[in-house]
Nanobody, 127 residues
Framework: QVKLVESGGGLVQTGGSLRLSCVAS????????MGWFRRAPGKEREFVAA????????RYADSVKGRFTISRDNANNTIYLQMTSLKPEDTAVYSC????????????????????WGQGTQVTVSS
């Protein structure tokens, strides 16, 4: 089992920045990739960004490309999501996810690829 705990959410104005963190514990050696997903009120969960654990290959949703950056710290079993130029439509609960399944980087853009999920952290962007 892998436990994931997110932090770093909050309230920010349009154009502001936030950095989310997700710490993994437990059987972290089994992880092949980690990702960030978000769910806005009344909407389906959507993919935000993913990173492979060994090669550090990244994928982003088109809606966040150029604004968000996912990174990892393997030594501390942590991933980050640096969010800049935030917009009101970025308001959502952001959850990190971990996958123990092998696959190409594109595979990890789907929620079906993930076995472990964090509780989520709220990000609110005011206009």
């Amino acid at each position: 089992q892998v436990k994931l705990v997110e932090s770093g959410g909050g309230l920010v104005q349009t154009g502001g920045s936030l950095r989310l963190s997700c710490v993994a514990s437990g059987r972290t050696f089994s992880l092949s990739a980690m990702g960030w997903f978000r769910r806005a009120p009344g909407k389906e969960r959507e993919f935000v960004a993913a990173i492979t654990w060994s090669g550090g290959i990244t994928r982003y949703a088109d809606s966040v490309k150029g604004r968000f950056t996912i990174s990892r710290d393997n030594a501390n079993n942590t991933i980050y999501l640096q969010m800049t130029s935030l917009k009101p439509e970025d308001t959502a609960v952001y959850s990190c996810a971990g996958s123990g399944r092998p696959g190409g980087s594109y595979y990890y853009t789907g929620g079906y690829a993930y076995d472990y999920w964090g509780q989520g952290t709220q990000v609110t962007v005011s206009s």
